[in-house]
């Protein structure tokens, strides 16, 4: 998705936040092998997964059911919550959660500006391009949108 120079959560801050769904095949890092097993549960979308994980005994069955480790679990709801966001989606919750951010509250209260220049340094240190970064005004759209969030609940 494309980013516009003006933050759709400050262009649209009177309108309420349009969460996005995404496939779960489409967050990154998880394998196709694991969206099979996901779907075998009935959860084939973030907003499936989100709405079947709200309490941790939720988690432990899901990675009970799939015999796998409680972090993958773990982590794909941290990438389904952070790709709610629409400046976010699939293309930047990976690098969100790498750089520490495993929450959209944690998002809301994160300065843009220290968030930018670690997301630089480890989108740099990773890829060898920082070309590629997000830009600053997408980093504060971002926190920006993660407050509208927290105000709309």
Known sequence: MLMSLTCDAEVNAAMSLKLQIWPLSQL?????????????LGLNTTEDLLAQTRAPHELQGIAKKLQIPLRYPKKWVI????????SIGCQ??????????????????AAPGRL??????????????????PTPDQVVCWVQEAKQFLRSR
Request: proline letters at 4%.
């Open 28 to 40: 990154p890092g998880v394998s196709h092998e694991q969206v099979v097993q996901l779907q075998t």
């Open 116 to 133: 930018y220049n670690q997301l630089r340094r480890l989108h740099t240190a990773t890829l060898r391009r920082s070309d590629l970064c």
């Open 79 to 86: 990438l389904a919550e952070l790709s709610q966001l629409p």
């Open 92 to 109: 930047y919750c990976g690098l969100l959660l790498h750089s520490g951010i495993s929450s959209i509250s944690q998002l809301a209260i």
